[in-house]
């Protein structure tokens, strides 16, 4: 009679972390670290051969944009631009970077899967919003220039784990 309480009590306790709450979270987390779920990887930027590095690791956002400088002084040289600050709330993504040559950009959009593709093609994932591309004048007032841009996913490997 005593196992079979114990037995009892010990199925009790074990029910209960099931449904615990905390339970749900380790799920979450778990299903937002399956590569289906994860939005880490290489997007199209504004001009072709330009990207965005978005990376996601224990719910920490780092990333950087790759761009074609676009003054006299760098005209064409390939210039990176990390993250200043980032963050990913569900599928709201926002970046703002660090200031380059006078130039730094801010983004704030929604990140969505196209349903009719893969990982392994291009536009998987399509990150939309606005980008405001901020630049310093020779004064060092900002000239801000807003858009609505779409950057979309480079094909993934699906050789790597």
Request: hydrophobic share 35%; aromatic share 10%; proline share 3%.
């Amino acid at each position: 009679m005593i196992r079979r309480g114990l037995v009892l009590a010990m199925f009790a306790v074990v029910s209960m972390c099931l449904v615990h709450p905390s339970a749900g979270l380790a799920q979450e987390k778990k299903k937002a670290d399956e590569p289906s779920n994860n939005i880490s990887g290489t997007y199209s930027f504004l001009r072709d051969g330009e990207f965005v590095q978005v990376t996601v690791e224990d719910g920490q956002v780092s990333g950087y944009v790759s761009r074609f400088g676009n003054t006299e002084s760098d005209k064409d040289q390939f210039i990176d631009q990390f993250f200043e600050k980032a963050s990913l709330k569900g599928n709201h993504l926002s970046f703002k970077t660090k200031t380059v040559h006078g130039v730094w950009y801010e983004f704030s959009g929604d990140v969505v899967t196209t349903g009719s593709k893969q990982p392994s093609q291009e536009g998987y994932r399509v990150i939309k919003g606005t980008l405001v591309e901020h630049a310093a004048d020779a004064k060092g007032s900002d000239k801000a220039r807003q858009r609505q841009a779409e950057f979309k996913s480079f094909p993934s490997d699906m050789s790597q784990p």
